[in-house]
């Protein structure tokens, strides 16, 4: 059989081409998320890309905000221990998945857009390529990179509730192989009437040389602080949210939430003659967190939503933690493309070094919240009696290694085959507990993961898959054991999908559907094995999905990017005890059965351009093992949201964004016992001026 010549990894060849107006503006021509630079087309995996251009069409500011553009993705609300973006995905938890230019960054803080470039959303399970966790697929944010051009731009933000925002991005050319890019970030929000504010700082750098040579060096500093007064959400009542005010707040004024986020990159790429390339990322970074909020507590009896009045009492509860964290990761890829056995190889060989340490902070003689009424929501600040005492230690070092072969079986098929070991070890020094909670744990897993694709791509413009991929999630996965998890295996997840990826209209619009089955299948429940004190790895869920989805250019001034998730969410199989056995096939919590999204702009003329968009959701209800929690129901909504972008000069512009046009009341996140209400109409006005 012969061959023809084929491009290398990295290495693209292009046909002249007559330029007649610019690319799509919401369609990503690449995606690493995959550890290897590809076209989304062809990943045989479901994945989102959202870029910076439609962040900032719809002012997006958050990664939360960024992540309404996914179907599958829900939030928690900010309890249960847990602080920062509580992302699920196909009702799966993500908050260990999330990562930043392909490395973990599992440190629990609200991350913001102002350094990122584009957000890719895997689906599926991943360990194969990403390790422990992955069940329902994995977050990857990409940062901006310095170029070798000359270009920068400033944005300035303001909107109500006080809401100033303002961005910097100065890319600069050193020399003619280097370049410098520095972003900046500030925002103040003081909320509305009273509520919650947000007050961040980020500074992000990143100095790149040898571009374009055999060698190519980058480091990268990023800082981000941020000191806000939470919101822990309301309370459910009579299985639906408590009628609270969406504008008052039952806070006190001295609550705070103040987190930061400090690391420091350095990456070193060679590039062979034969096209492949090693590359090699070396990541520290440090986390702080610290809360002391105010949360809701259950009513007293008699309240219902029928006499839910102002002078109902609210019983108000303290939540208090903080913590620090170090994480340092070595990791590693080497892409290279052979021709062996008469076909061509795409080979990903790589390994994944990791040392993660946490501390856990409590406090002892925490000041009692007063009680107030639905009317009152009383603010007044609370002196702070309270002592800081560490309470537990995590320590674990995590190593994994794992080759994936794309065999280009012919010019129109593709098999990709992967696999992967990994070990997580990890200590839990539980000292600053009260007995008998302060023994010392330990616990090393060893696991093998799997990965596997058929593609049909009959022309450079179409790619129809078959795929399946496993992964796995250790006890210590959050940074905490107790004696029966210190003794449980990893659970265990698969992903079987079938999808189809289009490129249409000349490559302008890219389209794409599948149908997928991730099942939780062994998954640690309520039981205990008597004779090894370990939980029994008999539980079982799973979520059958069906998703389309749409990016790109239907004409040279119209715009869209937009998708909808069919979701059906089933716990197959629970503990024996009564409580856990109520739950058999009750939905898992987060997991809607529909979500859709979609957003649009046209450019009217060469100045003015327009556009708007809907997100939408079915009724939802939180994640919990008690089945009294799950049948909690946040009733579905629709949300609409429009801009409109004036071009002042070719580098200045103004733009207007108002969100949640009718002013619509809804949940848009869930914890077992508080559902948050979602901020109400905003608008702001946006001016970027580039030169």
């Known amino acids: 059989m012969l061959l023809a010549a084929a ?58 905000g960024a992540l309404r553009n996914v179907p599958g993705i829900t939030f928690e609300a900010g309890e249960g221990g847990r602080i920062g973006d509580s992302i699920r995905l196909r009702g799966f938890s993500v908050s260990g998945d999330i990562y930043l230019d392909g490395i973990r960054d599992i440190a629990q803080y609200n991350r913001d857009t102002f350094n990122d470039d584009r957000i890719e959303v895997l689906r599926g399970s991943a360990s194969m390529l990403f390790g422990r966790g992955s069940t329902g697929g994995v977050v990857n944010q990409v ?76 480091i990268g500093l990023y800082h981000l602080d941020y000191k806000d007064k939470p919101d822990l959400g309301g309370r459910w009542l009579q299985g639906k949210p408590a009628p609270f005010p969406r504008d008052q707040w039952y806070g006190a004024d001295s609550d705070y939430q103040r987190d930061s986020a400090d690391m420091v990159t350095l990456q070193h790429t060679h590039n062979f003659d034969d096209g492949s390339s090693l590359t090699t ?137 992967g696999l992967r070991w990994d070990r997580f070890s990890g200590t839990y020094d539980r000292s600053g507990n009260p007995a008998p909670n302060n023994t010392p744990l330990s616990r090393t897993d060893g696991v093998w993961s799997k990965r596997a694709g058929l593609m049909y791509q009959p022309n450079d413009r179409s790619n129809y898959y078959v795929s399946y991929g496993t992964s796995f999630n250790t006890s210590g996965d ?14 265990s997840s698969r992903n079987v999908e079938i999808g189809a990826k289009w490129e249409l209209l000349d490559g302008d619009l890219s389209v ?50 937009g998708g909808v998730a069919f979701m059906n969410g089933v716990i197959d199989k629970a503990g024996s005890s009564p ?47 008690n089945a009294a929690a799950l049948a909690n129901r946040a009733p579905g909504y629709a949300t609409w949201d429009a801009m409109v972008e004036y071009a002042v000069t070719q580098n200045q512009s103004l733009q207007l964004n108002v969100d949640n046009l009718t002013n619509k009341v809804y949940y848009s996140q869930l914890y077992q016992a508080w559902p948050t209400v979602a901020v109400g109409r905003t608008v702001r006005v946006t001016w970027s001026g580039r030169f």
């Open 281 to 417: 990322r070396v990541r520290d970074g440090k986390f702080k967190r610290d809360l002391w909020a105010t949360q809701i507590n259950a009513f007293a009896p008699g309240v219902t939503q029928a006499n839910f009045e102002p002078d109902t009492i609210v019983n108000r509860g303290t939540q208090t933690r903080a913590g620090n964290e170090h994480h340092t990761f070595l990791q590693t890829d080497y892409t290279t493309r052979k021709q062996w056995g008469g076909m061509w190889h795409d080979w990903l060989i790589g390994s994944d070094l990791a040392r993660e340490r946490s501390d856990r902070f409590g406090y002892l003689n925490v000041p009692v919240r007063p009680n107030t009424t639905v009317e009152d929501a009383d603010n007044t600040p609370i002196a702070d009696t309270r002592v800081p005492t560490l309470l537990t230690r995590f320590r674990s070092t995590a190593v994994g290694v794992f080759a994936q072969d794309t065999i280009g079986l012919t010019d129109k098929w593709k098999l990709l085959l």
């Open 7 to 64: 491009p290398a990894w990295g290495q693209v060849t292009l046909q002249p081409v007559t330029i007649t107006d610019k690319a799509p503006r919401y369609q990503p021509e690449v995606t690493s998320t995959v550890r290897a630079p590809v076209a989304p087309k062809d990943v045989p995996q479901s994945l989102t890309i959202v870029n910076e251009e439609l962040m900032k069409d719809q002012g997006t500011d958050s990664l939360k």
């Open 478 to 491: 959050l940074y905490q054991y107790d004696p029966n998890t210190a003794n449980t295996p990893p659970e």
């Open 143 to 218: 940062s901006k990179v310095p170029r070798l051009n000359i270009g920068s731009e400033v944005d300035v933000t303001a909107g109500d509730g006080n809401y100033l925002r303002t961005t910097g991005d100065f890319n600069i050319k050193t020399s003619g192989s280097s370049a410098l890019r520095i972003d900046t970030m500030t925002t103040d929000w003081d909320g509305r009437a009273g509520k919650a504010e947000t007050h961040r700082r980020g500074l992000a750098g990143a100095y790149r040389w040898n571009i374009g040579e055999p060698d190519e060096f980058t």
């Open 579 to 625: 409580g856990a056995q109520a739950t058999v096939g009750m939905n898992p919590g987060l997991t809607p059965r529909r979500q859709g999204n979609l957003w649009m702009t046209y450019a009217i003329t060469e100045r003015w351009r327009a556009g708007g968009g809907v997100t939408a959701i079915s009724s939802q209800g939180p994640v919990s093992a």
């Open 512 to 561: 794409r559907t599948a149908v997928a089955r991730t099942d939780k299948y062994n998954a640690r429940n309520t039981d205990v094995n008597q004779d090894t004190g370990a939980y029994l790895l008999a539980g079982q869920l799973h979520t059958d999905s069906l998703e389309f989805e749409v990016s790109g250019r239907l004409t040279a001034r119209w715009e869209v990017f």
